[in-house]
Nanobody
Framework: QVQLVESGGGLVQAGGSQRLSCAASGRPFSAFAMAWFRQAPGQEREFVAVITWSGGSTKYADYVKGRFTISRDNAKNTLYLQMNSLKPVDTAVYYC???????????????????WGQGTQVTVSS
């Protein structure tokens, strides 16, 4: 088991920046590949970014590539998502997720992640 708690959400103007954090506890954080997903009202949960257990590899959804950066600090048991050039369409609840079945593989399917945080709301105003 691993427990995940997101923070850093809030209201930001279009074009602005925000950094989300996801604090992990329980099993060793470095055993997990970590990902960010988001869900807007009335829409399905969608992939944002993923990072391997070591932080050596990352993958992004096309709609955030070049604007968002996923990173992790295994010494602090924390995952980050730096979001720049935010757009109103980025408005959603953002979730961090963890999986340790294939920690060196970048997976974008939310069904592959058994562990989830409670989510943090990000609202981008125009």
């Amino acid at each position: 088991q691993v427990q995940l708690v997101e923070s850093g959400g809030g209201l930001v103007q279009a074009g602005g920046s925000q950094r989300l954090s996801c604090a992990a506890s329980g099993r060793p954080f470095s055993a997990f590949a970590m990902a960010w997903f988001r869900q807007a009202p009335g829409q399905e949960r969608e992939f944002v970014a993923v990072i391997t257990w070591s932080g050596g590899s990352t993958k992004y959804a096309d709609y955030v590539k070049g604007r968002f950066t996923i990173s992790r600090d295994n010494a602090k048991n924390t995952l980050y998502l730096q979001m720049n050039s935010l757009k109103p369409v980025d408005t959603a609840v953002y979730y961090c997720a963890a999986q340790n079945t294939y920690p060196a593989i970048l997976m974008a399917d939310p069904r592959k992640y058994p562990y989830w945080g409670q989510g943090t709301q990000v609202t981008v105003s125009s």
